[in-house]
């Protein structure tokens, strides 16, 4: 990367050198904006931090109470060396934003995690125009495109009711930051007493402690009485199914949310009873949609299918290129179920076809933002 442009790849983080500034850096640093509170994200040992408001709650709770942390609002401008930062809304979780940075006429945007669809709890992604676009392809592939939120939210309704209806306990794994949460906003509470595994209760307390509109968890712990497991919606971590932790809700269905659960034999793999394809990453045709209403002249995809999607970028008129970082290693990747081989076929295969899905797509796009010269 040459030393002249504004944000550079430095193998600590996306590195602003006239601001001296590191966003999402992965190593201890001076200055810190992170756009979002998930781990690979956020690292602890930086002198001072800022991030959006809303992500301050988790940031404490898993930085530390007493880290140094600044925190501003969407499309609140802050100065630094003569450098424009603002954060704007990126969808992905509460509280995680897209960092857009102006100098000498020339801007740039860090998308972070993102994706389009509204959740109901996180501020919806809003595109920001910009000369170069920094984003992520968790789901970098013409095999991913999501069902309608909603559909989802219907089958993990009917299972739960199914369980019920065995006197089967419902145990729904997912990530603690972001899924749940999406879950909690979005499915039916057929009961007044949800339970949680500890690390999904204390992230939900401390939300609600910060103000954010949650329902309230049962904390399960070894005095709780078995029997009122039957028939309940429990929510879990992934780590939990090879764990003793789970045995105790016996007997019980097991279901995992995970965009992962799109791909062939990744149930088996995690030998769940029900996969909900859920995620809070784009899929194919949202990235697109992204990159395309950013304006960008230039895109680099930062973690995911990369190579395979910076190929497809510049096979279709934007030039792109792959950088190295330490993002993805949390969230939807805790799972490791990316078939290079399986994806390469299948943008192959399909890439006809895909050109003219995302004209399709783009075309019919209506997405708005109302941070003036910056919308679409």
Not at 96 to 111: D, L, N, P
Not at 161 to 174: F, I, P, T, W, Y
Not at 237 to 250: E, G, L, N
Request: with cysteine; aromatic share 10%; charged share 25%.
């Amino acid at each position: 990367m040459p030393a002249q442009s504004l944000l550079q790849f430095t193998g600590k983080s996306i590195y602003c050198a006239v601001a001296d500034a590191h966003i999402d850096p992965w190593i201890p640093v001076d200055r810190a904006i992170i756009t979002h509170a998930h781990s690979d994200h956020a690292r602890w040992g930086s002198k001072h931090y800022l991030a959006h408001k809303d992500s301050e709650p988790i940031l404490r709770l898993r930085l530390g109470q007493d880290i140094s942390l600044q925190t501003v609002d969407y499309y609140e401008k802050f100065v630094i060396n003569g450098v424009t930062f603002s954060l704007h809304p990126a969808g992905h979780i509460i509280g995680s934003a897209q960092v857009r940075v102006e100098y000498k006429g020339e801007v740039w945007v860090a998308s972070g995690d993102y994706k389009l669809e509204n959740d109901n709890f996180a501020k919806p992604f809003e595109p920001v125009k910009c000369n170069v676009f920094i984003t992520e392809s968790t789901f970098g592939l013409p095999i991913y495109k999501w069902q309608p939120q909603h559909e989802v939210m219907s089958e993990i309704d009917n299972w739960w009711r199914q369980n019920k209806s065995e006197d089967k306990a419902s145990v729904l794994m997912g990530y603690s930051l972001g899924k749940m949460q999406r879950i909690l906003k979005n499915i039916e509470l057929q009961d007044k007493v949800i339970y949680a595994h500890g690390a999904i209760y204390t992230l939900n307390e401390r939300l609600r402690q910060a103000g954010f509109d949650l329902p309230e968890l049962t904390l399960v712990t070894k005095e709780t009485d078995r029997k009122l497991f039957r028939g309940s919606l429990v929510l879990a971590p992934p780590s939990v199914d090879s764990s003793t932790w789970i045995k105790k809700f016996a007997p019980y269905s097991l279901g995992y949310c995970s965009g992962w659960m799109a791909l062939r034999g990744a149930k088996n793999r995690r030998a769940v009873d029900q996969g909900f394809v859920l995620s809070d990453h784009v899929d194919w045709p949202d990235l697109n949609t992204a990159v395309k209403e950013s304006g960008a002249e230039k895109v680099y995809v930062t973690h995911g299918y990369t190579s395979i999607y910076a190929r497809y970028l510049n096979e279709n008129g934007i030039e792109a290129g792959e950088v190295h970082t330490m993002y993805g290693n949390e969230d939807e990747n805790e799972e490791v179920v990316q078939d290079i081989s399986a994806g390469t076929k299948a943008y192959e295969n399909h890439k006809e076809l895909l050109d003219d899905e995302v004209i399709a797509d783009t075309k019919t796009s209506t997405k708005k933002s109302p941070s003036g010269d910056l919308g679409v």
